[in-house]
């Protein structure tokens, strides 16, 4: 592993100095090669998971696409160093643009669903036991956690697989199948989904999980 690259500081230089749009989505790509050079793969991940979450709202969406291959990648030669939230927030960025973007081929779609059934294996090989996430008062960024660990169940759901459960979690476990988790960060989802729905006289939110 190499020196520690600043990523706190990278990223709060790119967003208070940089315009979203081109200019920003440029500084990201240097900030992702200035990681590279460190040599410290937590950095090299995480820098392209920020560019994954964040650039879909200000740029094209489809440029994300090579920066989550490098993410998992890097993911698989270095398990140790991803952080279970990076991976998952950039699998899920990376399986969103097989909706939004209608011109990628199905075998590229599929991929990207491959890479959120990986994270999946990751976590049972227990690589990643870290989870500051089932207290986060953030509700949104919670709900979109659920639903990405909810799709990710499922894709390895009867492969024998075994999951530990994340830290945080209260529940009795009968059972550490994928199917049991699944449901379960479905479960909560919902609730999530209901709630904001509720209060903003919408179904927006029910309408994105039924289409996860």
């Known amino acids: 592993m190499g020196q520690k690259y600043d990523t706190k500081a990278a990223f709060w230089d790119i967003h208070n100095n940089t315009k979203p749009g081109p200019e920003r989505t440029a500084a990201y790509i240097k900030a992702i090669k200035e990681a590279d050079e460190s040599g410290d793969p937590y950095a090299r991940m995480h820098m392209r998971a920020n560019m994954a979450v964040f650039t879909p709202f200000y740029d094209d969406a489809v440029k994300i696409l090579p920066v989550c291959a490098e993410f998992f990648a890097i993911a698989e030669e270095y398990p140790e160093a991803a952080s279970m939230d990076d991976i998952f927030t950039t699998a899920r960025e990376a399986a969103n643009l097989s909706i939004i973007v209608p011109q990628l081929e199905l075998q590229v779609c599929e991929k990207m669903f491959k890479n959120m059934e990986n994270a999946a294996i ?91």
Not at 153 to 182: H, M, N, Q, T, W
């Open 122 to 212: 990751i976590l049972k090989h227990g690589a990643i036991k870290r989870l500051h996430i089932i207290n986060l008062w953030n509700q949104q960024a919670l709900y979109f956690f659920y639903k990405g660990a909810w799709r990710c169940c499922e894709a390895v759901d009867g492969r024998g697989l075994s999951l530990y459960p994340p830290e945080g979690f209260k529940e009795d476990i009968p059972s550490r199948d994928p199917g049991f988790f699944g449901k379960w960060f479905h479960n909560e989802a919902i609730k999530i989904a209901k709630s904001f729905d509720k209060r903003n006289g919408t179904d927006f939110y029910m309408k994105d999980l039924s289409r996860a």
